[in-house]
């Protein structure tokens, strides 16, 4: 069966400071990979989809990067972090159609 | 582009039953997904429907119209772990990614 990790499940990070999120998904190959984010009360914002190793797709321009260095690696990172990109950060993989999701990890910029 | 309505809040009484409603406008529609989020916590896949018609799973049921751009979700005998968020989503032909809806907070109370 296949499962995601996510990892760290809290973080809290100072203005300024870099990001590196990372995302890997076991039991499965080429699957395509996301990273949602989830403001506090509002809905799920695409930030990135991949297809492929090096591919990858930014739906929002903003101050972060995504990266797919191996097949099933997915790393969302940033150089100096906002306030506004405190959040709920989701991971997330499909194979056919239906969309999976990591636990998720709660981002606090201070 | 893609638009996904559905309400914000609800709520319902333990052991009722309850109807969430979406509708969307997209073009290649390829799915209408619903997922279940508990505050804190990953979305849960739920069901999906790509042909018209009701799909049933126990408790929970779901519909589509693909004429009418419109779903709703089902939720019988209602328990008060049903409080949760449920989200609406729909995939395209055109992309490899699912756009949600905001989510509908719903309360069941004793």
């Known amino acids: 069966s296949q499962t995601i990790h996510q990892w760290p499940a809290t973080l809290v990070q100072p203005v300024g400071s870099p990001l590196s999120l990372e995302c890997t998904v076991e039991g499965t190959s080429n699957p395509n990979l996301y990273w949602y984010r989830q403001a506090a009360g509002r809905g799920l914002q695409l930030l990135f989809y991949s297809v492929g190793i090096g591919q990858i797709s930014s739906e929002v321009p903003q101050n972060l990067s995504a990266s797919r260095p191996q097949d099933r690696q997915f790393i969302l990172s940033s150089k100096k972090l906002l306030l506004s990109d405190s959040g709920f950060y989701l991971c997330?993989?499909?194979?056919?159609?239906?969309?999976?999701f990591g636990a998720g990890t709660r981002l606090s910029v201070l | 582009g893609q638009n996904i309505d559905q309400p914000t809040e609800m709520t319902a009484t333990e052991g009722a039953i309850v109807q969430i409603n979406c509708t969307y406008q997209t073009s290649g529609f390829n799915g209408l997904f619903w997922y279940q989020q508990h505050a804190g916590e990953a979305p849960t896949f739920l069901s999906y429907n790509v042909l018209d018609g009701l799909e049933e799973k126990g408790r929970f049921s779901s519909f589509l119209s693909r004429s009418k751009g419109y779903s709703y979700l089902l939720l019988k005998e209602l328990q008060m772990k049903d409080s949760a968020s449920y989200l609406c989503?729909?995939?395209?032909?055109?992309?490899?990614?699912?756009?949600f809806g905001t989510g509908t907070r719903l309360q069941v109370f004793p």
């Open positions: 989503a729909v995939g395209s032909y055109n992309t490899d990614k699912l756009i």
């Open positions: 997330a993989w499909s194979r056919t159609d239906v969309v999976y």
